[in-house]
């Protein structure tokens, strides 16, 4: 882009001419106007006609010219900033691209992540229903002892007592057989003393 200064125009050679053109025009009429006279008046009358326009016409194909610099100026800068334009939409549609392949894979690495961690949680709950059925068991096989433990503490009083009931039913047999022995014994012994 050309700056400000770059831009300011030098006066031209044609717009000088021009300028000089109707300076002697205009001393042509002061010089006429000075002589009094009517040809003189007249002449510079024409001559400052003729000049002037000579110099319209040099600075009306200077303007043009000036327009059609400008102009092309214009298109030039209207190319650059076209041609910026396109590698800029260029860049933006790589980077958008890049962005887009970025965003497809951070979301195929969140749906990975997804379903692991969906799997995680199925594990979680898998093994903590599996846990909670062990700790069922658990309690139910504890249950179970304590009830067993039970049992077998009545079992082993019942089967003391049952000791202690044998052993006083041995001795009351051993007392009974002895009892009995003697009672055979003192019926065997009247029989002898009456014989």
Do not use: C
């Amino acid at each position: 882009m050309a700056t400000s200064s770059s831009r300011r125009r030098q006066r031209s050679t044609r717009l000088t001419v021009a300028t000089v053109l109707l300076a002697i025009a205009a001393v042509a009429v002061v010089a006429g106007v000075a002589s009094g006279s009517f040809l003189p008046v007249a002449a510079a009358a024409v001559v400052a006609l003729v000049l002037g326009a000579g110099a319209t016409k040099i600075t009306a194909t200077e303007l043009a010219q000036s327009r059609r610099e400008a102009a092309a100026d214009r298109a030039r800068q209207a190319r650059e900033y076209s041609e910026l334009a396109a590698k800029r939409a260029a860049e933006n549609k790589a980077f958008i691209a890049g962005m887009e392949t970025r965003i497809a894979e951070r979301q195929q690495l969140i749906g990975e992540l997804e379903e692991q961690l969906a799997g995680a949680q199925r594990k979680v709950a898998e093994t903590t229903l599996k846990l909670g059925q062990e700790a069922r068991r658990a309690d139910q096989a504890e249950t179970r002892l304590v009830d067993e433990g039970r049992r077998l503490d009545e079992a082993e009083t019942r089967a003391a007592e049952a000791i202690v009931l044998v052993a006083e039913l041995e001795q009351e047999l051993v007392d009974l057989k002895a009892e009995l022995q003697a009672w055979h014994d003192s019926a065997k012994a009247p029989k002898r003393a009456t014989a």
